[in-house]
């Protein structure tokens, strides 16, 4: 167990609707990464929140948003969803603002757009 | 753009064989990681490699860094079934947080 719970595991819904996914990090830890993985793409960064405040971006689309909030857990949100969507969406936990740190990965919530 | 290539993507091999996986990475990094992930599963870190000819060894897996020819290699030794898994090379240290390869899908059979 990694410590960093998401929630929920499993998520079905149909194209244009919006979910939110939830992401509790490891106790004592400031950053949130959110990745997707899929078939086609494979593992992508998408954004990362330290202390409450975006620090990086990967390829996130504008349909995606996120947000960190002073408890630190963070919320994913995505809208208009699309088919292309379907993916595992994992949340990850480490203790720095940077990447030096090991990061330990929740074990993800599985979106299928209908 | 940064790419991180992993070679082979795809591996079958019998129990008690050695193998290594290779992981070339375009731009220079002061941070490697390997990572596994069991099918269905999370990704769990295995080996953070921080410095040029960093060697870091558990249990029958070994990793390697090599920055001046921008290459990993995660090397198995005698192999068993439990590693069975796909591994991931994962560059950090960018702008873009990690960069991932895109994994090898080890398989191994008694």
């Known amino acids: 167990d990694s410590g960093v719970t998401q929630t929920p595991k499993h998520l079905i819904t149909a194209t244009g609707q919006r979910v939110t996914l939830r992401c509790s990090p490891r106790?004592?830890?400031?950053?949130v990464y959110w990745y997707q993985q899929s078939l086609d793409q494979g593992l992508q960064f998408l954004i990362q929140?330290?202390?409450?405040?975006?620090?990086a971006k990967g390829n996130i689309l504008e349909r995606f948003s996120a947000q960190q909030f002073p408890d630190l857990h963070s919320e994913l949100n995505l809208s208009s969803l699309e088919l292309g969507d379907s993916a595992l969406y994992f949340c990850?936990?480490?203790?720095?603002?940077?990447?030096?740190?090991?990061?330990?990965f929740g074990a993800g919530t599985r979106l299928s757009v209908l | 753009e940064l790419k991180v290539e992993q070679n082979p993507l795809f591996l079958s091999m019998q129990e008690g064989k050695n193998y290594t996986i290779y992981c070339n990475y375009s731009?220079?990094?002061?941070?490697l990681y390997w990572y596994r992930q069991d099918p269905g599963k999370s990704l769990e870190s295995l080996f953070v490699?921080?410095?040029?000819?960093a060697v870091k060894q558990e249990g029958r897996l070994m990793a390697s860094l090599d920055t001046k020819a921008r290459l990993s290699t995660l090397h198995i030794t005698a192999a068993v079934h439990d590693l069975s898994a796909t591994y991931f090379c994962?560059?950090?240290?960018?702008?873009?947080?990690?960069?991932f390869g895109k994994g090898t899908h080890l398989i191994i059979q008694p």
């Open positions: 990850a936990s480490s203790v720095g603002r940077t990447d030096k740190n090991i990061q330990y």
């Open positions: 106790s004592g830890d400031l950053s």
């Open positions: 929140y330290y202390n409450g405040e975006e620090r």
């Open positions: 731009t220079t990094s002061d941070r």
């Open positions: 490699l921080l410095s040029n000819g």
């Open positions: 994962v560059k950090g240290g960018g702008a873009d947080g990690l960069t």
